[in-house]
């Protein structure tokens, strides 16, 4: 709790109660490996389709003569939890599938949007949301009084 501001998460962005991961198939290299990585860790459940899998990064490293670049496959990604390579070329698959069809998206609606804010509220119930503590009750530390100053005349 900063002194004189509202009581805030550290980090900031910290989650303060349950947690859901959105994924479709559009989500691909950082998203699949985030999304992997939170169902690996448990950090909640992921609402929506299969991601795309591409996890092999590439570089822009080298210049032809005439300026265009070449591209190489260069970093892979192995998980743990008997995953290892698989996400590459496959994706990560989610725990709840959720689509998002055509019709749904010409009328405004994200049904795996929709889906995890239900959900969310299901967790909730189950898994408060933790409440920082009212500032009331915290003790006080008063400083003694200062000396008195010496006069040297």
Excluded: C
């Excluded at 009581?7 to 910290?14: M, V």
């Excluded at 390579?85 to 994200?110: F, K, L, M």
């Amino acid at each position: 709790m900063p002194r004189g501001e509202k009581p805030r998460t550290y980090p900031h962005h910290a989650p303060r109660g349950p947690v859901i991961i959105l994924a479709d198939e559009f989500a691909g290299s950082d998203g699949d490996i985030i999304t992997q990585v939170s169902k690996l860790r448990g950090i909640g459940p992921v609402i929506g389709t299969r991601t795309w899998g591409g996890v092999v990064g590439i570089d822009n490293r080298f210049t032809l003569a005439d300026g265009t670049g070449v591209t190489q496959p260069r970093y892979a990604n192995w998980f743990g939890g008997g995953v290892g390579w698989s996400v590459e070329n496959y994706g990560v698959d989610p725990d709840i599938e959720v689509t998002y069809p055509p019709h749904a998206y010409a009328a405004g609606r994200d049904p795996q949007l929709e889906y995890g804010i239900g959900a969310l509220k299901e967790m909730i119930q189950e898994l408060p949301t933790d409440r920082p503590p009212a500032r009331s009750g915290y003790r006080k530390l008063k400083p003694a009084p200062l000396p008195a100053r010496r006069h040297d005349g």
